[in-house]
């Protein structure tokens, strides 16, 4: 029996600790993930925290997997590699060592209940499009159109592509 593939988009944030170590090994343990490969990786970017604007500077990058996994498994799956790298869910918005969100499921749309795909306020968050676009250009989020015209509405925002 052939299991289905599908690409799924993650988001990776941090900015308490040492946020690149804490990103690096994220995307580690993204290729490392059951029924799963790592397909591609963005670029670091320094981003200006977005509604609790008292706190450091975040780091930023996407990735974007193959998997097997049913979406509440890989987001169960993302939410237990948060919680090895000590992230406590404290507030909205708060500082934070580590943040993974399940950005896009395939083409899929999904409201469950802690589950929202695509990501609810992604279309709005230049910090997610600029590093969705590097590694996946053409991407379309669902319900919303390409991913590429929702970062040009963004370019207020400030995000910075840090050298590699």
Not at 16 to 32: E, F, N, T, V
Not at 39 to 50: C, D, G, K, M, Q
Request: glycine content about 6%; some cysteine.
């Amino acid at each position: 029996m052939t299991v289905r593939r599908t690409s799924a988009l993650i988001g990776i944030g941090a900015n308490l600790g040492d946020p690149h170590r804490s990103i690096a090994a994220a995307i580690s343990a993204l290729g490392a993930l059951p029924d799963s490969a790592l397909l591609r990786s963005s670029s670091l970017y320094r981003t200006a925290p977005v509604g609790k604007t008292d706190q450091p500077d975040f780091f930023n990058a996407a990735a974007l997997i193959e998997t097997a996994l049913a979406p509440r498994v890989l987001l169960d799956a993302l939410l237990a590699i948060e919680h090895a790298q000590g992230r406590e869910r404290s507030v909205p918005n708060a500082p934070r060592t580590l943040d993974l969100d399940l950005l896009l499921y395939g083409d899929r749309m999904i409201d469950e209940p802690g589950l929202a795909v695509p990501h609810p306020r992604m279309h709005e968050r230049r910090f997610v499009l600029d590093p969705l676009v590097e590694i996946t250009p053409y991407c379309v989020i669902p319900g919303r159109g390409a991913a590429s015209a929702w970062l040009a509405k963004s370019l207020d925002q400030r995000v910075e592509r840090l050298p590699t």
